[in-house]
């Protein structure tokens, strides 16, 4: 297959590197809104450098979109009116709108859209949702996820990013309803602001938490921070009545147990790129085996807009101060239309 990547940044670049070894990808091609870091990744892996016009009159068999997230929702809108398969990074869009319309051209051409929930693909996800469908646990009653990231992103990604609960715990959000099979009914979220003046600046938060409330009334936390300098840690805790299990829980863990019994540690993981490699380049083999028929879609777009519900029902409640239905965010023009 001849394969297109549209953004050559970091996670651009780590997927250019996965696909340019694949079996099934014959040939790649890559292409930036900056012509340099497009050759420059192309160069890398043997691809060749294009522009995104270029890349779409082309005709690839696929594309995968991880450009910036205010430009998500064009490409994948346009990808579908040609009738190219598409992989797009999380999230969706900037806001709910958009988003909306995106998924609606999907949907009104046809087209195929996977979207890029890594955790769905490691090892550790996978296992904790096989032990609650086999009772391991017992009766669930609450999950724990922490998210933190070593730093915040560059001062000129912030106000593109979509802010920590659409950007970072967007992840955490589908995690959730993935493992536990569960849809978020309502949620109560608050938000600081500890360092750099930058994301408060932009309007976003630093530090986050959320309270969220599963249908079967099975409770959960999320907390995210842009400042945790030991490392990045993802985790979550999956309480029930007979067992507790967790993800993400090892000796790459930068947490600093304070008892004399406490286990060696290794390095910690940098960043998201280290700890999920094996899950980002999982996802895009599936996404290939979907283009090619061999299997079903594991995260079409309809996935995507309701992680990013939750996140929208997140700012309302961080902004409003209040506890938040979810159904409340999905009242929005369009929103029920696309699930349905």
Not at 139 to 151: E, F, K
Not at 244 to 255: D, E, I
Not at 272 to 295: C, P, T
Request: with cysteine; glycine share 10%.
């Amino acid at each position: 297959m001849r394969i297109g990547i549209i953004g050559a940044g970091r996670i651009g670049a780590f997927h250019a590197a996965t696909l340019a070894v694949h079996d099934d990808v014959a040939s790649l091609v890559v292409a930036d809104a900056d012509p340099v870091r497009a050759r420059k990744v192309a160069v890398a892996h043997g691809a060749a450098a294009t522009s995104v016009d270029a890349l779409f009159r082309s005709r690839p068999d696929a594309v995968v979109i991880a450009s910036a997230t205010a430009a998500h929702p064009g490409l994948v809108a346009k990808a579908a009116r040609l009738g190219i398969p598409a992989f797009c990074e999380t999230p969706p869009a900037l806001d709910l709108a958009a988003a909306v319309a995106a998924l609606a051209a999907v949907a009104g051409a046809g087209g195929l859209l996977q979207v890029g929930f890594q955790r769905r693909f490691d090892e550790g996800y996978g296992a904790a949702r096989r032990v609650l469908r086999e009772g391991g646990a017992g009766r669930l009653h609450t999950v724990r996820m922490v998210g933190s990231d070593p730093a915040p992103p560059p001062p000129a990604s912030v106000p593109l990013s979509g802010g920590l609960y659409r950007d970072c715990l967007i992840h955490d959000f589908d995690a959730l309803r993935w493992v536990t099979g569960e849809e978020i009914a309502e949620v109560h979220a608050l938000g600081a602001n500890v360092g750099s003046a930058v994301l408060l600046d932009a309007g976003d938060a630093d530090t986050a938490a959320a309270v969220l409330t599963l249908d079967s009334g099975v409770l959960a936390t999320a907390t995210a921070t842009r400042y945790h300098a030991a490392g990045y840690d993802v985790r979550m805790e999956l309480a029930g009545t007979q067992d507790q299990f967790a993800v993400g829980l090892g000796s790459r863990t930068p947490l600093t147990p304070l008892e004399a019994e406490a286990q060696p540690r290794r390095a910690p993981w940098p960043g998201s790129l280290d700890r999920f490699a094996a899950a980002y380049r999982a996802e895009l083999a599936a996404f290939l085996r979907v283009v090619q028929g061999a299997q079903p879609n594991p995260c079409e777009g309809r996935e995507g807009l309701r992680a990013m519900l939750v996140a929208e029902a997140c700012e309302i409640s961080l902004r409003e101060r209040r506890p938040v239905r979810v159904d409340e965010v999905a009242l929005t023009a369009g929103v029920r239309e696309v699930l349905a």
